[in-house]
T-cell receptor, first 116, second 115 residues
Framework: GAGVSQTPSNKVTEKGKYVELRCDPI?????LYWYRQSLGQGPEFLIYFQGTGAADDSGLPNDRFFAVRPEGSVSTLKIQRTERGDSAVYLC??????????????FGPGTRLLVL | AQSVTQLGSHVSVSEGALVLLRCNYSSSVPPYLFWYVQYPNQGLQLLLKYTTGATLVKGINGFEAEFKKSETSFHLTKPSAHMSDAAEYFCAVAPRGAGSYQLTFGKGTKLSVIP
């Protein structure tokens, strides 16, 4: 079956611009996660959705970052006033219910964001 | 707070040789433990995980890992490397109980396999 998909695969923008990154989770998965992977680092947790609500947004670095999941399926990560330090690969993952000991988080291929 | 240390950002082995990728964690309570693999332009794929029970865990593609509480380690091994094993490997942990959905990753180890 289809896995987690993310669009676009690459995004180049200028400092100060607004960007949206999209994630399509596996159908039926209620749990959705965003991670950020900077060059030479492992992924870092940003936010966790359970259904339509953000259950934990403690990893968002500042108020320029925001994510939504209005219908409990597709999610959009929004970054305002982009900075060069935002350049990274943004990963999305989904799982059946969010209980990690019982299930697997499936990751998408990521969106590579470059802020010039 | 939990943390993960992967010793060696880059490991090279000959085809057919033993693969050993090291992972140590720091946590007041032993967490759930994971190994993920990342092939170029692909998403992270779960290799194996330890949650409870037997401390030697077998995963996909012939990999296994052993949880050693006394050493706070979860090293990944494979008896005989194959060219297709060349990839980046990430060790990760998640807390037991509250926040158990949140993976904390190490910096990764890039495995090269020499023919």
């Amino acid at each position: 079956g289809a896995g987690v998909s993310q669009t676009p695969s690459n995004k180049v923008t200028e400092k100060g611009k607004y960007v949206e990154l999209r994630c399509d989770p596996i159908s039926g998965h209620t749990a959705l996660y965003w991670y950020r992977q900077s060059l030479g680092q492992g992924p870092e947790f940003l936010i966790y959705f359970q259904g339509t609500g953000a259950a934990d947004d403690s990893g968002l670095p500042n108020d320029r970052f925001f994510a939504v999941r209005p219908e409990g399926s597709v999610s959009t990560l929004k970054i305002q006033r982009t900075e060069r330090g935002d350049s990274a690969v943004y990963l999305c993952a989904s799982s059946v219910s969010g209980e990690i000991s019982q299930e697997t988080q499936y990751f998408g291929p990521g969106t590579r964001l470059l802020v010039l | 707070a939990q943390s993960v240390t992967q010793l060696g950002s880059h490991v090279s082995v000959s085809e057919g040789a033993l693969v050993l990728l090291r992972c140590n964690y720091s946590s007041s309570v032993p967490p759930y433990l994971f190994w993920y693999v990342q092939y170029p332009n692909q998403g992270l794929q779960l290799l194996l995980k330890y949650t409870t029970g037997a401390t030697l865990v077998k995963g996909i593609n012939g990999f296994e890992a052993e949880f050693k509480k006394s050493e706070t380690s979860f090293h990944l091994t494979k008896p005989s490397a194959h060219m297709s094993d060349a990839a980046e490997y990430f060790c990760a942990v998640a807390p037991r109980g509250a926040g158990s959905y949140q993976l904390t990753f190490g910096k990764g180890t890039k495995l090269s396999v020499i023919p």
